[in-house]
Nanobody
């Protein structure tokens, strides 16, 4: 069974930067072809932040983070990163890594598209 482990969360002042990483283990060749980051704050739905699909290296971003966040993955497909800059207080959340077999422009931010989730890492942004 695939395991995902997030790291890199922490506290930062508004305007600062953080990089989150997600390491996958026990995965098969296609089970992590689509990897994504979601975030959730108390009382709100978990929302898709960014995703990357191995097939064409395609990436997708939520409108709220475009131009500030960058998702990338290493060649071995085992680790995905989320570089976050220009952080705002509204970016504060628990960030979750997710893995799936396939994603598209329609499904990249749908929770049901992903079968494996990490435990989450907290990002705090102070104003």
């Amino acid at each position: 069974q695939i395991q995902l482990e997030e790291s890199g969360g922490g506290s930062v002042q508004a305007g600062g930067s953080l990089t989150l990483s997600c390491a996958a283990s026990r995965y098969t060749s296609s089970s992590t072809d689509c990897m994504a980051w979601f975030r959730q704050t108390p009382g709100k739905e978990r929302e898709g932040v960014a995703a990357i699909y191995t097939g064409e290296g395609t990436t997708w971003y939520a409108d709220s983070v475009k131009g500030r966040f960058t998702i990338s993955r290493d060649n071995s497909k085992s680790t995905v990163h989320l570089q976050m800059s220009g952080l705002k207080p509204e970016d504060a959340a628990v960030y979750y890594c997710a893995a799936g077999i396939f994603c598209s422009g329609v499904t990249w931010n749908r929770r049901w598209n992903f079968g494996t989730w990490g435990q989450g890492t907290q990002v705090t942004v102070s104003s």
